[in-house]
């Protein structure tokens, strides 16, 4: 685990991270939110978007290391399909969610809008950060199936 944090494993992470924030941002519109924040400051949910922000580096961070070492771990030949997978699942589900599950669309329920289905993952009891909690549960669980073999 501490080859991740050596040259050149470090370029690798801090450019995935970065490449998945920007991604995530694209994504999910969230350049337009931050336009229209200084308009609704008075109804904005401080700690909701807080805590997503904070999730979505999060995740963006644990899918760095997840695939720097996954990497790692298969160059050494050993089997990492289960964390590959969970690590690839995962950064799909975070695209997903965008970076403020609660103030804009993000592409699951834009694809399901193709489809007629009206969903917005602010409709779920805590506003989609319940995704945002299960997608970083599922990147923990993918390290720890790295660091076991």
Do not use: D
Not at 39 to 66: C, D, K, Q, R
Not at 95 to 119: I, N, Y
């Amino acid at each position: 685990m501490k080859r991740i944090f050596k040259m050149p494993y470090v370029l690798w992470l801090v450019g995935i991270f970065l490449v998945y924030i920007i991604l995530t941002s694209i994504l999910s519109q969230f350049y337009v939110t931050i336009q229209y924040i200084p308009y609704y400051l008075h109804t904005i949910n401080w700690t909701e978007l807080a805590l997503s922000i904070l999730f979505t580096l999060t995740i963006a961070a644990l899918i760095a290391v997840n695939s720097v070492y996954s990497y790692i771990k298969f160059q050494e030949r050993a089997s990492v399909k289960k964390a590959t997978t969970l690590t690839c699942a995962a950064a799909i589900g975070g695209f997903s969610t965008g970076v403020c599950a609660a103030c804009v669309t993000g592409a699951f329920p834009l694809v399901l809008g193709f489809f007629g289905v009206a969903f917005s993952w602010g409709m779920l009891p805590f506003k989609g950060m319940e995704i945002q909690v299960l997608i970083i549960a599922v990147l923990g669980t993918s390290l720890y199936l790295l660091q076991k073999k």
